[in-house]
């Protein structure tokens, strides 16, 4: 029996958006130019996105005799596992799914439910939303598959207090490009810059160690937390919090100017620049006093 062609639908094009023949972004296209299908999916990963994929689905059922059926992340669709290459490009895997934290930030819990690990596939992306909170045997086969691969990239964000000897003695034998932490709360500093310090040490650099920041409440505290997320080792990545509703959280120029300075490495490194000159002259000017 010959798989089902799944002809996949996305609201907008992202650096994750797959790119075969039978994933499309936005509306339908002349028919001439929609190959054969069984299904399709209309794919939703953010709340806001919501509205947008409900007229996709309208608009696809218009251009095609197939069933259309519309679900993902947004709409608490039940994850049964991971097929590489169907809702994320090739080279994106996740090994696991969910997570057993619940942060009032985070929407994993809820969508995802506790940590489950799923069959591991080849890929040099490991998009899991807590990779160290897996079984030591889980991990031991993923790094084991990674040895094989080169640009090798932790992007789901690395619980700090997990990362312990043993991750860290594995990672430097691999080819790694991009270890992804977070930090988006204060308290979290000293764990934060505890697990940075293990992956210095070892030999990780700021181009390779980043880090997601939370933002969008206090601009100077998050300002001052940045700041030390940098000179802890790390490139900071920061992100305007959003809620869980079907409209995006909207915040003012400002704010997304300061997202933007925090997000963009060239950005980052010559705002700290400035900081840093400003530091030095004013202890320079103190000392000649």
Same mark, same amino acid.
């Given at each position: 029996m010959s798989e089902k062609r799944i002809l996949r /639908? &996305?609201? @907008?094009? %992202?650096?994750?958006?797959? %790119?075969?023949? +039978?994933?499309? /972004?936005?509306?339908?296209?002349?028919?001439?130019?929609?190959?054969?299908h069984d299904e399709i999916h209309v794919s939703c990963t953010f709340t806001w996105d919501m509205v947008e994929c409900e007229d996709l689905a309208f608009q696809w059922e218009g251009a095609s005799r197939a069933p259309v059926k519309l679900g993902g992340p947004a709409y608490h669709s039940p994850v049964e596992g991971f097929t590489p290459g169907l809702y994320v490009?090739?080279?994106?895997?996740?090994?696991? =799914?969910?997570?057993?934290?619940?942060?009032?930030?985070? $929407?994993?819990?809820?969508?995802?439910? @506790? +940590?489950?690990?799923?069959p591991i596939c080849e890929g040099n992306v490991i998009q899991d939303n807590n990779f160290?909170?897996?079984?030591?045997?889980?991990?031991?086969?993923?790094?084991?598959?990674? *040895?094989?691969?080169?640009?090798?990239? &932790?992007? $789901?964000?690395?619980?700090?207090?997990?990362i312990d000897d043993h991750f860290v003695?594995?990672?430097?034998? +691999?080819?790694?490009?991009e270890l992804w932490l977070a930090c988006d709360t204060d308290a979290q500093l000293p764990r934060f810059k505890n697990a940075c310090k293990k992956l210095t040490d070892a030999g990780f650099n700021r181009n390779q160690i980043k880090c997601y920041s +939370?933002?969008?409440?206090?601009?100077?505290?998050?300002?001052?937390?940045?700041?030390?997320?940098?000179?802890?080792?790390?490139?900071?990545?920061?992100?305007?919090? =959003?809620?869980?509703? *079907?409209? @995006?959280?909207?915040?003012?120029?400002?704010? @997304?100017? &300061?997202e933007r300075q925090w997000q963009r490495p060239?950005? %980052? /490194?010559?705002?700290?620049?400035? /900081?840093?000159?400003?530091?030095?002259?004013?202890?320079?000017?103190?000392e000649s006093t």
């Amino acid at each position: 029996m010959s798989e089902k062609r799944i002809l996949r /639908v &996305f609201p @907008k094009r %992202t650096s994750y958006t797959p %790119t075969d023949d +039978l994933a499309f /972004v936005g509306p339908p296209p002349m028919a001439a130019f929609i190959p054969p299908h069984d299904e399709i999916h209309v794919s939703c990963t953010f709340t806001w996105d919501m509205v947008e994929c409900e007229d996709l689905a309208f608009q696809w059922e218009g251009a095609s005799r197939a069933p259309v059926k519309l679900g993902g992340p947004a709409y608490h669709s039940p994850v049964e596992g991971f097929t590489p290459g169907l809702y994320v490009k090739k080279g994106i895997i996740f090994t696991s =799914r969910g997570c057993n934290n619940s942060c009032p930030w985070c $929407g994993v819990r809820q969508m995802e439910g @506790k +940590l489950r690990e799923l069959p591991i596939c080849e890929g040099n992306v490991i998009q899991d939303n807590n990779f160290l909170q897996c079984s030591r045997r889980h991990k031991d086969k993923v790094f084991d598959m990674l *040895r094989s691969q080169k640009g090798i990239c &932790f992007r $789901g964000g690395l619980e700090t207090d997990l990362i312990d000897d043993h991750f860290v003695s594995n990672i430097t034998s +691999l080819r790694i490009a991009e270890l992804w932490l977070a930090c988006d709360t204060d308290a979290q500093l000293p764990r934060f810059k505890n697990a940075c310090k293990k992956l210095t040490d070892a030999g990780f650099n700021r181009n390779q160690i980043k880090c997601y920041s +939370l933002i969008g409440h206090d601009m100077e505290a998050e300002e001052q937390r940045n700041r030390e997320i940098y000179r802890a080792g790390a490139m900071p990545f920061s992100q305007l919090e =959003r809620d869980f509703s *079907r409209t @995006k959280t909207e915040y003012s120029a400002e704010w @997304k100017a &300061f997202e933007r300075q925090w997000q963009r490495p060239a950005a %980052t /490194v010559a705002h700290m620049r400035e /900081v840093e000159t400003g530091k030095d002259q004013i202890m320079i000017g103190e000392e000649s006093t």
